[in-house]
């Protein structure tokens, strides 16, 4: 079945520094990925949708010169935390996603293991 | 706000009891999906239940589907303490390459 891979799994950085992880769908091509961000005992909050070559949409309160998504090709897609501080320490996954589909065959939407960053 | 919501919100039962949670959605869907995320882990995709589908089942687990009511529950059987997780239901829409948004997440804790 379709893998999506993230990278790193976890992360420990400096305040002020910026942080790159990466998602990448393995055996299939993702046009569109969703980026989530999970703060500790809450749920899944979507910040972003990226579709292959084009700019990501943001949801409302994510800063996007914050939140840099790039989604280049159709099995990568990264996301990078820039100036991170420590407020930023959450869990982020990603999703990969493929359109195209009849709506009927919105399939199981794979998701990536999660990266957990924590900015000291 | 969340499209869905969970109910309850903490669940703690003992080995053996069948546990229900509860999810309510605001929109139209295309399907609904359970998740389970041990603390501090990924996501594990449970089971997926279509719009036009009512119920769906897998292994010890029942999923249902009311779309009139915009509500879905999910039960597990004769449950175990491997069981402790967080479950979650996420909605996904028709529109936008099939865009989802998940629910505030039931806690259940199974007790051996």
């Known amino acids: 079945g379709a893998v999506v891979s993230q990278h790193p799994s976890w992360v420990i950085c400096k305040s002020g520094t910026s942080v790159k992880i990466e998602c990448r769908s393995l055996d299939f091509q993702a046009t569109t990925m969703f980026w989530y961000r999970q703060f500790p005992k809450q749920s899944l909050m979507l910040m972003a949708t990226s579709n292959e070559g084009s700019k990501a949409t943001y949801e409302q309160g994510v800063e996007k010169d914050k939140f840099l998504i790039n989604h280049a090709s159709l099995t990568l897609s990264t996301l990078t935390v820039t100036s991170a501080h420590p407020e930023d320490s959450s869990f982020y996954i990603c999703?990969?996603?493929?359109?195209?589909?009849?709506?009927?065959?919105?399939?199981?939407?794979?998701f990536g293991p999660g990266t957990r960053l924590t900015v000291l | 706000s969340q499209q869905g919501e969970e109910d309850p919100q903490a669940l703690s039962i003992q080995e053996g009891e069948n546990a229900t949670m509860n999810c309510s959605y605001k929109t139209s869907i295309n399907n609904l999906q359970w998740y389970r995320q041990n603390s501090g882990r990924g996501l594990v995709h449970l089971i997926l239940?279509?719009?036009?589908?009512r119920e769906k089942h897998s292994g010890r687990l029942r999923v249902t589907l009311d779309t009139s009511k915009k509500s879905s529950s999910l039960l597990i059987t004769a449950s175990r303490a491997a069981d402790t997780a967080s479950y979650f239901c996420a909605t996904v829409t028709n529109t936008n390459a099939g865009k989802s948004t998940f629910g505030d997440g039931t806690t259940l804790t199974v007790k051996p």
């Open positions: 999703r990969a996603g493929t359109s195209g589909r009849p709506s009927s065959e919105y399939n199981e939407q794979f």
């Open positions: 239940i279509r719009s036009n589908e």
